[in-house]
């Protein structure tokens, strides 16, 4: 078992004490840090980059050389799976990902079968690459998290072919013909899977579940469509590798009405956007499962006192520690961190969350003793 010089992410994910609450952020490789601007220029596209093995490795490093963040996450892409799965993607320029064979017909839904895994292997090399990277004299800085789209966030993205406000193809589909709906999720749910096993084995030490349109869903249609898929994932996944739990996250952005019903699905931890209240969310989970978030990243366009307080109101809001016992949170934007955002904005973040939770923790422990 390679040892974790800091392994504050994967105790607070199993609700084991800390010394203080852990952080990363969502998209934290990526076009607000210039290094990454120009990894990518000389790779020449977004696909270059998430496709090369070393690039991807470089890109995932640098966030954690500018800051001290708690975790790696994986640089790649969501969309990689239905791109394995023969739909062709492409970014275009200013306007995201686009698919060339959206699935438009009941024989394309029909034909379709989880992705043979070494047209990921590129992936799985970059996840190993990575866990070698992260190596300082035998001893790895921090966890590595692997990550994939949820089977209805990626079905919604297969289904339109690109982005989009109202998700009204998929929402068309999912109404008008369900059966073929649940197929789609069915081999959705296959690949994910297989793919998430995949990056475990590779070295991935947790891994997350974006489910990124999850609360685009009615209520009913979350639990029928997207929540009992991403159950199915969970309950496929490994719980252990190289002698360690791995800790899984499941994400549904807009998921606050559905936190209860989220928390016996399988994952250790729920991720939350910032419309969720992290002491009211707590008491409605119990000690089911840690929650991660929720800072709204937009706060991250104002000056650093700003930053400070709204990040202590996100550790404030939690609720209080007690000495020794379980926590279970893991610090984190509500959604991915914007291109807008000020480099020194995210070093004054970083050094709130640890220097005031690393308070906390400690306050805790003395009106314990
Ligand atoms: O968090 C990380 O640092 C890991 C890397 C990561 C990326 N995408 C890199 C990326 C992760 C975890 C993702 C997940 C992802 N991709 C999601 C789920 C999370 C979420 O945001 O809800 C979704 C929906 C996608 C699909 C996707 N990829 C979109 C809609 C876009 C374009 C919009 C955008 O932000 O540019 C991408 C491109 C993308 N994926 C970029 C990055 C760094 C920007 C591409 C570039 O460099 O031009």
Redesign the pocket.
């Given at each position: 078992m390679t040892p974790i010089a800091n392994d504050t992410l994967l105790r607070a994910l199993l609700r084991e004490p800390t010394a203080y609450t852990p952080l990363w952020l969502?998209?934290?490789?990526?076009?607000y840090l210039p290094e990454y601007n120009a990894t990518?220029a000389r790779a020449g596209s977004?696909l270059a980059l998430a496709t090369s093995p070393a690039l991807a490795t470089e890109v995932t490093l640098q966030p954690l050389d500018r800051y001290a963040l708690d975790a790696a996450?994986?640089?790649?892409?969501?969309?990689t799976v239905p791109d394995a799965m023969g739909l062709g993607l492409r970014?275009v320029a200013g306007e995201?990902?686009r698919f060339e064979h959206p699935l438009r017909d009941e024989q394309q839904i029909l034909a379709l079968r989880a992705p043979d895994l070494d047209r990921l292997r590129y992936v799985f090399d970059a996840v190993a690459q990575i866990r070698r990277a992260l190596l300082a004299d035998g001893v790895q800085r921090v966890p590595l998290i692997g990550?994939s789209?949820s089977p209805w966030?990626l079905a919604c993205y297969m289904i339109e072919g690109a982005?989009s406000d109202d998700w009204r193809q998929a929402k068309t589909l999912m109404y008008a013909r369900p059966d073929l709906m649940h197929h789609l999720l069915r081999v959705n749910a296959e690949a994910v899977a297989a793919y998430l096993n995949a990056q475990i084995e590779a070295g991935a030490q947790a891994v997350m579940l974006?489910d990124?349109w999850g609360g685009a869903l009615a209520d009913r249609a979350f639990q029928e469509f997207s929540l009992q898929y991403s159950r199915q994932v969970l309950a496929a996944l490994r719980r252990e590798h190289a002698g360690r739990r791995v800790p899984s996250i499941l994400f549904t952005?807009g998921g606050g009405p559905w936190l209860q019903a989220m928390s016996d699905c399988g994952a250790d931890a729920l991720g939350v956007d910032w419309t969720v209240d992290l002491g009211a969310a707590r008491a409605r989970v119990g000690d089911r499962v840690a929650l991660q978030g929720n800072l709204d990243p937009s706060v991250l366009f104002a000056p650093p006192q700003a930053i400070e307080r709204e990040a202590r109101a996100v550790l404030d809001s939690f609720g209080p520690i007690e000495a020794g016992q379980a926590v279970g949170h893991v610090f984190n934007l509500g959604?991915?961190i914007s291109q807008f955002t000020p480099v020194e904005h995210v070093q004054a973040l970083v050094e709130t969350v640890h220097s005031y939770s690393r308070a906390l923790h400690r306050g805790s422990s003395q009106a314990g003793q």
């Amino acid at each position: 078992m390679t040892p974790i010089a800091n392994d504050t992410l994967l105790r607070a994910l199993l609700r084991e004490p800390t010394a203080y609450t852990p952080l990363w952020l969502m998209r934290q490789a990526g076009r607000y840090l210039p290094e990454y601007n120009a990894t990518r220029a000389r790779a020449g596209s977004f696909l270059a980059l998430a496709t090369s093995p070393a690039l991807a490795t470089e890109v995932t490093l640098q966030p954690l050389d500018r800051y001290a963040l708690d975790a790696a996450i994986l640089f790649s892409d969501i969309l990689t799976v239905p791109d394995a799965m023969g739909l062709g993607l492409r970014f275009v320029a200013g306007e995201g990902p686009r698919f060339e064979h959206p699935l438009r017909d009941e024989q394309q839904i029909l034909a379709l079968r989880a992705p043979d895994l070494d047209r990921l292997r590129y992936v799985f090399d970059a996840v190993a690459q990575i866990r070698r990277a992260l190596l300082a004299d035998g001893v790895q800085r921090v966890p590595l998290i692997g990550f994939s789209g949820s089977p209805w966030t990626l079905a919604c993205y297969m289904i339109e072919g690109a982005g989009s406000d109202d998700w009204r193809q998929a929402k068309t589909l999912m109404y008008a013909r369900p059966d073929l709906m649940h197929h789609l999720l069915r081999v959705n749910a296959e690949a994910v899977a297989a793919y998430l096993n995949a990056q475990i084995e590779a070295g991935a030490q947790a891994v997350m579940l974006f489910d990124s349109w999850g609360g685009a869903l009615a209520d009913r249609a979350f639990q029928e469509f997207s929540l009992q898929y991403s159950r199915q994932v969970l309950a496929a996944l490994r719980r252990e590798h190289a002698g360690r739990r791995v800790p899984s996250i499941l994400f549904t952005k807009g998921g606050g009405p559905w936190l209860q019903a989220m928390s016996d699905c399988g994952a250790d931890a729920l991720g939350v956007d910032w419309t969720v209240d992290l002491g009211a969310a707590r008491a409605r989970v119990g000690d089911r499962v840690a929650l991660q978030g929720n800072l709204d990243p937009s706060v991250l366009f104002a000056p650093p006192q700003a930053i400070e307080r709204e990040a202590r109101a996100v550790l404030d809001s939690f609720g209080p520690i007690e000495a020794g016992q379980a926590v279970g949170h893991v610090f984190n934007l509500g959604h991915g961190i914007s291109q807008f955002t000020p480099v020194e904005h995210v070093q004054a973040l970083v050094e709130t969350v640890h220097s005031y939770s690393r308070a906390l923790h400690r306050g805790s422990s003395q009106a314990g003793q």
